[in-house]
């Protein structure tokens, strides 16, 4: 930055600002679940009055895997006993397109796995790629959903059957269609289908009923999210950049836009709402998964909390209004399945305010301007770390006027360093009348010892919120820069970029005036680069880059400007 007190100001800034992230997630205010909306009615079809009415009309949530022994209720919806082991696992459809490989189990038409096939997990071994779902285990995290009835439907305990075993989306094809089928025996069949589409992310998933029992069948779909949360998903520090995005549920309604909901909350307060046009979601660092209703459906949002060996297990759903179906009639219902990367660019077409999974906090204001702008620059250049001292350059200039401010009021300050040293001689110890007579020194010369503030204040906010645009963006997640940085989401590996960036505060530090400080502040000021490098070493590469290439501009900012009013006062 221009000087080292700028910097110090905006590192213990931000590290007040990291300290208050950590103290909300364990001690700040919980946001109370809003309350229930009353039952609605919408073209003659039924809304649940509060999606827990059918917490006890759903069989209960079981791990994908091993089957599961069912019973009729009394008011013939299945329920589960305790799981027990058969002879051999439930069968997996597998399917595979250009972005996903999906692998749903026969027990229920359950997505029980989702490799992202652009997503390593590491560089290092490029065949192991980012899987969202798991179907075992302290990491369960699966995909369900069902049609609800009091008569015979199929719900996520249910066992499906499928002609092929597994799909490949053909070359040149641009969707690829996996129909499962059941059927009751008083006449009631089922064909849940899934569609995939090359290139996207999302998987609409479809139940279409056919009616030929005697009787008018009525019920709903519903759709759910399960997963476990292990206890240690909360390590890390600066070293794991993810623990400051968000890890939770989320849900989305037009009104209320975007509330997030911790797993813990769940616990406390169920959330309840019925609306249209919204969503559900589980959020991770870079990667998010949710099921998207129609956007015309006033549908049912609840969560639910599990408890029983192991982890506890968290449910986020929706049902949908009911549907009647005469004898021998047919219906469909429908919703998708987003299964992917928080990509920017592409999210507001999938679905209204899927943006919002992209967790940029209260700076969401700044940030988004700052993505959008960066996204940009990297669609002339072609590369993100470019993209960044681009967008660097043009965040000085933005604030060259402010910083020119700055750096003269520091120049002015740099010449009255001699005289502040005789006063210091002059009146020793007496503070009071040495700061007398330099205010009255400074209103003689017009030198303002604040005119720096004003710079600082404006960008801490702006470096901030490049911050989370840098830690949040899915896009810049192992993306090369040069020579040694292949991965700029991550630390440097041999630490060069926070060395530069300490060389370039060294160098700041020649050119910026230590009036008024005393011996051991001065000490402190000079340990600030070496505190600084240790600091960023741990940061992700891109955001030293950013630093670094501010410092830098900056360093020659300050030698020309300072110069300058030097040559014009011979």
């Known amino acids: 930055m221009g000087n080292l007190r700028p910097v110090l100001a905006i590192g213990l800034v931000f590290l007040a600002y990291m300290l208050w992230v950590e103290w909300q997630k364990d001690y700040g205010p919980k946001t109370l679940p809003p309350q229930a909306s009353p039952a609605l009615e919408s073209s003659g079809r039924s809304v649940p009055s509060v999606p827990g009415e059918h917490v006890a009309d759903l069989p209960e949530p079981v791990e994908a895997g091993p089957a599961a022994q069912q019973k009729t209720g009394q008011q013939g919806l299945p329920t589960m006993e305790t799981p027990v082991e058969m002879a051999g696992e439930s069968p997996f459809v597998t399917v595979t397109t250009d972005v996903l490989e999906v692998e749903i189990d026969l027990l229920g038409g359950t997505v029980v796995s989702s490799r992202l096939l652009d997503y390593p997990v590491v560089l290092d071994t490029p065949d192991n790629k980012i899987n969202l779902l798991s179907k075992y285990g302290d990491d369960m995290f699966i995909a369900q959903s069902g049609l609800l009835s009091h008569q015979s439907a199929p719900n996520h305990t249910s066992q499906y059957a499928s002609g092929r075993m597994e799909y490949v989306l053909a070359e040149g094809a641009q969707e690829i269609r996996i129909p499962l089928t059941w059927e009751s025996e008083d006449g009631v069949r089922v064909t849940k289908t899934f569609v995939l589409q090359r290139g996207r992310y999302d998987i609409t998933v479809r139940h279409q009923l056919e009616n ?145 999974t992209v967790n940029y906090g209260i700076f969401t204001v700044i940030s988004k301007p700052l993505y959008w702008l960066l996204s940009h620059i990297h669609s002339l250049v072609g590369n993100w770390g470019w993209a960044i001292v681009l967008l660097t350059i043009l965040i000085k200039a933005a604030f060259f006027k402010l910083t020119e401010a700055q750096y003269k009021s520091m120049a002015r300050m740099r010449k009255l360093q001699p005289r502040i040293d005789q006063l210091k001689e002059r009146y020793g110890e007496d503070r009071q009348r040495m700061s007398q007579a330099m205010m009255e020194m400074y209103k003689k010369e017009k030198v303002n010892p604040l005119g720096g503030c004003l710079p600082i204040v404006v960008q801490i906010p702006v470096f901030i919120a490049l911050y989370w645009v840098l830690l949040e963006s899915v896009e810049l997640r192992q993306a090369p820069f040069i020579l040694w940085i292949d991965n700029l989401s991550v630390r440097d590996p041999y630490f060069i970029l926070p060395l530069l960036n300490a060389g370039f505060m060294f160098a700041t530090q020649r050119l910026t005036p230590m009036a008024g400080m005393d011996p051991l502040q001065r000490k402190m000021m000079s340990m600030m680069p070496l505190v600084f490098s240790v600091m960023f070493a741990f940061f992700p590469a891109g955001l030293v880059l950013y630093w670094a290439t501010n410092a830098g501009l900056s360093l020659a900012q300050q030698y020309y400007i300072t110069r300058k009013i030097a040559a014009a006062d011979h």
């Not at 476990?228 to 794991?240: E, K, L, W």
């Not at 209703?293 to 060996?309: A, C, F, I, R």
């Open 212 to 356: 030929q029992s005697a009787e008018t069948w009525s019920g709903s779909r519903y759709s759910q999210l399960q997963r476990s949360v292990p206890a240690n998903d909360d390590d890390g520090g600066f070293t794991n950049p993810g623990r400051y995005s968000f890890n939770g549920i989320a849900f989305y309604s037009p009104e209320e836009k975007f509330e997030k909901v911790d797993f813990d909350d769940v616990v406390d307060d169920a959330y309840r709402r019925t609306h249209a046009g919204g969503w559900l979601a589980m959020i991770q660092h870079y990667f998010f998964t949710a099921w998207i209703p129609p956007e015309d459906e006033e549908v049912s949002y609840s969560t639910q909390e599990l408890k029983g060996n192991g982890w506890p297990r968290y449910i986020a759903r929706e049902v949908s209004p009911q549907q009647q179906v005469a004898p021998n009639g047919r219906t469909e219902f429908s919703s998708r399945l987003y299964l992917g990367p928080k990509l920017q660019d592409q999210l507001a077409d999938v679905a209204p305010g899927l943006g919002y």
